[in-house]
């Protein structure tokens, strides 16, 4: 049996083990099929010919089934004496036979008889087949397969001497940027360098003269250009009058390179023209004024070939990061600027001051704050300095552009000054949560006595690569600080910080101390105890031994005891007490005011702060036949509960004083106590408002452990919650009406809100997530556990940011269900937003077409990762699986600095290897994606683009299919724009 995608990466490890079989030769021989064109008499989806070509042994040719003969054929590009050909198979799979002939492809000649070709995993899947001939075309034709009713080949190589007329030399073009004056339908033209003769660029109809662009990347002095069309035969011969030009790295102008003519194209000879050209160019353009055979030009592969030409040392500076503070600013909150600089290129720059001038930009384009500033010194190559604070901006509500100019440098070519200008979205208003914090980050605090900034990376476990903005300063010697100058008044204090773990696990305790005007105010308790999972990225535990941690961070609060004003200074000093190191990621600072009874004659209040206490309480009222209690008033205090509290009988209304006043407590001495609220119908119309619940949770248990664990209920309200160390604030099925806001959901090892199982019309409205250990806010259609489709839910004025797993948005089915005013920052290891249609092996509805799933007027910055072993994840995933995928609408959505990608499309797989289903009926419009830059890690091939329609296949998934639509696409600094080597049909429309 065929092993398909589940296997594909174990093939991949393998490779690294397989021993090459060349041919022995008397001439040096040479993989002549290296970089050439392959076609071939059918293909099965993404499984193309071109993957017979690619190098990679971990990706296949497959032919259409139960249909024999096949061929697989490649161009040789000129005729050439050739002594063996070596075929192989991805390296995990069974061993299997296939009976392969070897043909010359032009004559039909044969150059080996048809045969048994055994593929065995022990020889690493590899066949060679001796052969003595001159070809240009050489053709497999397959007649048979013991393993699976289709031909099938991972790679081709041929081997033999260099061919007697000259080499044109390696495809400069291919892969590489490539742009068109116009497209039309799905024809973009990322098609006509990606590898893949079935598929290709065509031009607006009647809209000449029409270009495409390639830009090479670098000067290289060229020998020829080819474009080629399919040479299937149901394409007719035609004519382009095609002209060639260039233009080098330091040049404004394209030049001629080759006048236009009129260039036939036959499929009876490969459907090919090869334009002779000379000259050192970094950039070809082809331009066409004419097409015997269509409306428009059409190109399906151009190939450049020639020799890179060596780039003059240089060096390349370029703005990286820019950063604010607070990052979702409020209207009247001042904004601080910083910027470092990163040298890309090869050269140290020049040691004299770097400046930079930042400038903010309203939506007119006018210049409405400028600041200034510089680094001083040598730059080396491939390093970034320290961020540099630039000052100050009064936010207000809008659409800004924040542009970064560096200077030019000394040691900077002039092609690399291009570089030297920035500009990234800034929308500020409507998006997020509304909170009565305000946030400090440490980084952009002062700092003294030994503290240190570290950072920005993206790295799990890591003290910055963990930090909101991807920074943290450090306290690890005694009289280290960072301190803050307050913009408010305050009366409480959150941090955010990191400290060890106990070498066994079980967390550690230490204090640090706070300061007011240089005063000693008070400690604060810093606890390990919820933080520190280790091993498996996908169940960690809190065994040190089990590998690599993840989740290092947590918060602490503390009550000043007095008002701190405005305008003073708050210190966080590590001092000879204070056992440590410590990491500090911010401060939240907060003027809190206890919540007074709403109506002392119609709460009753608890005699005392035990569990039974409070459910004495709820008892009361629920048995009151008077109709004069309405409800709880719980005081200011710290309630001791060690199970939920049950809520029946009659709408019932729980007020605190407030969650920095009435604060539930799991019990200290336990782990993964079950606390919270359980309603049942009877208590429809209740509400739960004004407290806060502090867990005991130290690792992910499913099923127990939500706050609110609400099933088949309607109408009750959850507002101004606090949860912390729980494994959900909410969870509900076939929960209807339900408003849940206000709230603040913090280091849970699991969702914060999820509706599911067909709950309908709810508001999720105003609440903020932080470090949760699953989706912070998701909408699951299961049907598993009752109830039908979920629609009219509305999530809107939410932030989410620190997810340590899974994504800030996740919605998996449903439809007319809406997604708006939001802000998502910083996820660990996956999506900013996922939109999927898996099932998870629940029964489970699709996306339904009308009214659609929308998502709209949202920002995502920094967001992606890694999971799941080799998998990347983008800011906005899109995976169409088990059930249908359709009526989604993205618009209003900025995506900022990605960590590998802004939009991914993916594709679920059968164990047949067909995808089931396609991405339909799916539309962006207003996208703005900056930043999407090479990541530089062990995913950086999976990196750096703004789109990418994902060719890779990944365990049960594979190449995306169906069809995408964007109006209005803006992309600025990503490595590359688009990439779309799939199925999938992406189309852009201004």
């Not at 809209?207 to 080629?228: E, F, I």
């Not at 009876?268 to 353009?285: C, D, K, R």
């Not at 702060?609 to 200011?636: C, E, K, W």
């Not at 109006?967 to 201004?990: E, F, H, K, V, Y």
Request: proline share 6%; net charge negative; charged share 15%.
């Amino acid at each position: 049996m065929r092993h398909r995608l589940a296997t594909l990466l174990a093939a991949a490890v393998t490779l690294t083990s397989t021993v090459l079989v060349v041919p022995p030769a008397t001439a040096a021989p040479v993989n002549l099929a290296q970089g050439r064109t392959f076609t071939a008499s059918s293909g099965n989806g993404s499984y193309t010919a071109a993957n017979a070509g690619d190098g990679d042994q971990a990706t296949y040719w497959e032919s259409a089934s139960n249909a024999w003969p096949q061929w697989i054929q490649v161009d040789l590009g000129a005729a050439a004496a050739v002594t063996s050909a070596v075929l192989r198979l991805p390296a995990g799979w069974e061993a299997r036979t296939q009976t392969i002939a070897v043909q010359d492809g032009a004559t039909g000649a044969t150059l080996a008889a048809a045969a048994g070709r055994a593929f065995s995993p022990g020889s690493g899947n590899t066949v060679t087949i001796p052969l003595s001939a001159t070809v240009r075309q050489l053709r497999l034709v397959v007649t048979g397969n013991t393993g699976w009713p289709a031909a099938q080949l991972s790679t081709l190589e041929v081997w033999g001497e260099r061919p007697t007329e000259p080499d044109p030399g390696t495809n400069l073009a291919q892969g590489k940027p490539i742009t068109g004056s116009s497209a039309i339908h799905s024809f973009a033209a990322a098609n006509a360098n990606d590898g893949n003769v079935a598929t290709y660029w065509e031009s607006a109809a009647g809209a000449y003269p029409a270009t495409l662009t390639v830009a090479l990347g670098a000067n290289a002095s060229l020998t020829s250009v080819t474009v080629a069309l399919n040479p299937d035969a149901a394409w007719a011969a035609r004519t382009q009058n095609i002209q060639v030009l260039g233009r080098a790295a330091d040049a404004t102008a394209f030049t001629s390179l080759a006048a236009a003519a009129n260039r036939a194209f036959d499929p009876a000879t490969g459907n090919t023209v090869t334009i002779p050209v000379t000259g050192t160019v970094a950039e070809v353009q082809l331009r066409f004024t004419s097409n015997t055979g269509a409306p428009g030009a059409q190109v399906a592969e151009l190939r450049v070939s020639g020799t890179p030409v060596a780039e003059p040392a240089s060096s390349d500076l370029i703005a990286s990061p820019v950063s604010w503070s607070p990052a979702n600013p409020a209207a009247g909150a001042t904004v601080s600027f910083t910027v470092a600089i990163k040298n890309q290129g090869t050269v140290a720059s020049a040691a004299g001051a770097h400046g930079i001038t930042l400038t903010v930009l309203n939506e007119s384009g006018a210049v409405v704050r400028t600041l200034t500033g510089s680094f001083t010194g040598a730059i080396a190559p491939g390093a970034t300095t320290a961020p540099v604070s630039l000052g100050t901006w009064t936010a207000a509500n809008g659409r800004w552009t924040v542009r970064v100019v560096l200077a030019d440098d000394a040691n900077e070519l002039a092609p690399k000054r291009a570089n030297n200008t920035s500009e990234t979205p800034l929308i500020l208003g409507g998006r997020g949560a509304t909170m009565p914090y305000a946030m400090y980050e440490a980084e952009d605090g002062q700092t003294g006595g030994g503290a240190a900034v570290v950072g920005p990376n993206r790295t799990v476990g890591d003290l910055a690569g963990e930090a909101s903005g991807r920074r943290a300063v450090t306290l690890n010697s005694t009289g280290s600080y960072v301190q803050w100058t307050t913009r408010a008044s305050t009366n409480t204090l959150v941090t955010r910080f990191s400290i060890p773990d106990a070498p066994g696990g079980g967390g550690t305790t230490s204090t640090l101390n706070i300061y007011v005007n240089g005063t000693f105010l008070k400690a604060i308790t810093l606890t390990s105890r919820y933080a520190w999972l280790y091993g498996p990225e996908s169940g960690p535990n809190n065994n040190p031994s089990s590998g690599p941690p993840r989740h290092i961070y947590d918060e602490a609060n503390v009550l000043l005891g007095t008002t701190v004003p405005a305008g003073s200074t708050i210190k966080l000093q590590k001092d000879a007490a204070n056992s440590g190191p410590f990491a500090i990621d911010f401060v939240n600072l907060e003027q809190a005011t206890a919540a007074p009874n709403p109506d002392p004659a119609r709460y009753a209040v608890p005699s005392g702060f035990t569990h039974q206490d409070v459910q004495n309480a709820l008892d009361r009222v629920r048995m009151d036949t008077t109709g004069t209690l309405i409800g709880v008033y719980l005081p200011s205090g710290d309630y001791q509960t060690g199970s939920k509290f049950q809520v029946y009988g009659k709408a019932v209304r729980v007020v605190g004083a407030g969650p920095w006043f009435t604060r539930f407590h799991a019990p200290a001495g336990q782990e993964n106590t079950d606390v919270g609220f359980r309603s049942e119908a009877s208590a429809n119309g209740s509400v739960f408002a004004g407290f806060a619940y502090f867990g005991n949770y130290t690792a992910r248990i499913d099923g127990p452990g939500k706050v609110f664990d609400f099933a088949n209920l309607a109408n009750q309200t959850i507002d101004d919650i606090w949860v912390e160390h729980m494994v959900c604030l909410y969870w509900g099925a076939n929960t209807d009406n339900m408003v849940i806001k206000n709230s603040r959901i913090r280091n849970t090892f699991a969702d914060g809100v999820n509706m599911t199982n067909g709950s309908t019309g709810n508001l999720v409205s105003n609440n903020d997530a932080r470090a949760t250990g699953d989706d912070s806010f998701a909408l699951f259609s299961a049907i598993d556990a009752g109830g039908a489709d979920e629609r009219d839910n509305v999530y809107e004025n939410l932030t989410s940011t620190l997810t340590w797993r899974a994504a800030g948005i996740a919605v998996y089915g449903g439809y007319a269900n809406t997604f708006r005013n939001i802000y998502i920052a910083d996820t660990l290891v996956y999506s900013g937003i996922t939109i999927s249609s898996l099932d998870f092996g629940y029964p489970m509805n699709g996306f339904g077409a009308d009214p659609p799933t929308r998502f709209e007027n949202i920002t995502i910055v920094r967001a992606g990762g890694h999971f799941w072993g080799q998998q990347t994840f983008p800011a906005i995933w899109l995976f169409s699986a088990s059930k249908v995928f359709q009526g989604i609408r993205i618009s209003n959505v900025d995506i900022i600095d990605p960590t590998y990608s802004g939009i991914m499309f993916q594709t679920q797989y059968n164990d047949a290897g067909q995808p089931v289903n396609p991405i339909t009926d799916t539309v962006f419009t207003n996208i703005s994606i900056t930043g999407a830059r090479k990541s530089g890690d062990a995913f950086d091939a999976k990196s750096g683009f703004g789109i990418w329609a994902n060719e890779m296949p990944e365990a049960g998934q594979g190449p995306a299919v169906g069809a995408v639509t964007f109006n209005n696409l803006r992309m600025s600094g990503n490595a590359q724009d688009i990439r779309n080597t799939t199925p999938l049909r992406i189309t852009i429309n201004p």
